[in-house]
């Protein structure tokens, strides 16, 4: 299955759908973007399904 970048409305469905255990991290392999915007306020956050977020922590 290929990557693509979800739009915001995708993700705000994902997000409300899933019942995660760690509400504050975003988590999807299936989106290829490394930032996404938080759901309140102006904020970013990392999706950590994917590789790339785990390599910019670490610099």
Do not use: C, H, V
């Amino acid at each position: 299955m290929q990557k693509r970048k979800w739009t915001y409305e995708e993700r705000q469905l994902w997000i409300k759908a899933k019942n995660k255990p760690f509400p504050l991290f975003y988590y999807n392999k299936e989106d290829s973007a490394i930032f996404i915007r938080k759901r309140y306020g102006i904020a970013w956050t990392l999706n950590w399904g994917n590789p790339w977020s785990y390599i910019i922590m670490m610099i």
